[in-house]
């Protein structure tokens, strides 16, 4: 008798990964693209290329084996290891949604700004992809084995930096990356700086707030090791400085100070890390769990805004104008915005009835 799903090889985990992570780049690629003006008037484009071959990649990986286990005997609704079924189905969407994608630039031109984010095609792009990245991360969330350490948990921590940097691609518009020259430039309107207060504050916010998300899931269900936190944030300021770069005054200058931005916010991101190892949360020890969510994210978002003002320094000759008040309060809320989603996340459990 035929098991209800195949048996899923460590080498097609990996595999998995690898190419989502290469569809990553080649999304951040189109990005950049766009954001520097290098897109023509067309559909068909070598970004577009980068971002659909990669994507090719990997929707032939999951077919391809997908063909194979049927072959073999299983049901086509189970011809995948448990979890990849959510991947397949991503993979057609994302099919569709390219389509959709040629079709609507035909018929209403291309988009400029903001617009590219949150236009429905793209926006059907992005939901297929995550799709396609949850169905990796189901696939090991439900098989029983305990993973600890980077040697067996490095796949994993690559789809969730994955899933981060879509949701930070996606708000990219809301990024603190594309504040800088609003926090520390020499471009404010002194009647508007209450609207580069709340752009600002924002963005240093949703930034804390999607990172502390990824990590109190992933606390959930595996040991994270040391590092976890400046592997993820740190990757993902790479991909995202890499988009910006160049937007403002003279490149040599920017690219140090985004290389320093990075060194400060990777220092505030390992003393994140040594916190969160020392108090070890998890889903059994929720005062620690509670203590982690708090402290990691103020001592991360204290740790981006520093290293924002370290790049104004360099790129601009100007310091981070805020005052103590935000400098110091920003941090704080965003370390309860953190405790009020683990209490949100990890509720106490529920008592049985008698």
């Known amino acids: 008798m035929k098991k209800q799903f195949p048996e899923a090889h460590p080498f097609f985990d990996r595999t998995m990964a690898i190419l989502s992570v290469l569809a990553i780049f080649g999304l951040f690629i189109d990005g950049w693209a766009h954001n520097h003006g290098a897109v023509d008037e067309t559909f068909f484009t070598p970004w577009h290329a980068v971002l659909y071959g990669a994507y090719g990649l990997l929707a032939l990986t999951l077919a391809g084996t997908h063909f194979y286990y049927t072959s073999k005997g299983y049901a086509f609704s189970h011809a995948l290891p448990q979890g990849y079924r959510l991947s397949l189905i991503g993979a057609g969407i994302f099919i569709l949604g390219g389509v959709g994608d040629a079709i609507w630039h035909e018929l209403f031109g291309f988009e400029e700004n903001i617009e590219i984010l949150i236009s429905p095609t793209h926006i059907v792009l992005f939901a297929a992809y995550i799709m396609i990245l949850f169905g990796n ?10 993973l600890r350490g980077w040697s067996q948990l490095w796949d994993v921590a690559f789809l969730w930096l ?24 020499d471009f404010i309107n002194p009647r ?18 999607i990172v502390t998300s990824v990590w109190l899931i992933m606390a959930r269900r595996w040991q994270l090791p040391f590092g976890i936190l400046t592997f993820l944030i740190g990757s993902n300021t790479f991909l995202m400085a890499g988009m910006v770069i160049n937007d403002y005054g003279d490149f040599n200058s920017e690219w140090a100070g985004i290389v320093t931005l990075m060194a400060v916010g990777a220092v505030g991101t390992l003393i994140a890390d040594a916190v969160v190892y020392y108090l070890k949360p998890s889903p059994h020890r929720l005062k620690h769990m509670y203590l982690s969510a708090f402290l990691m994210p103020t001592i991360v978002t204290l740790g981006f805004i520093l290293s924002v003002n370290t790049f104004g320094q360099l790129a601009f000759g100007d310091d981070l104008w805020w005052s103590t008040h935000l400098i110091i309060g920003l941090p704080v809320s965003a370390g309860s915005l953190g405790l009020f ?3 949100m996340m990890y509720p106490p459990a529920v008592p049985q009835e008698y």
Do not use: C, D, K
């Not at 991360?137 to 305990?146: D, L, N």
């Not at 994955?162 to 430039?185: I, K």
């Not at 508007?192 to 707030?209: D, P, R, V």
């Open 137 to 146: 991360i189901y696939a090991r969330w439900s098989r029983p084995q305990v």
């Open 162 to 185: 994955a899933v981060f940097s879509v949701m930070t691609f996606v708000t990219q518009y809301a990024h603190y990356l594309h504040a800088l020259e609003y926090l520390t430039g």
């Open 192 to 209: 508007n700086i209450w609207i580069y207060n709340e752009f600002g504050a924002t963005s240093f916010l949703l930034t804390s707030i």
């Open 341 to 343: 989603l683990a209490l």
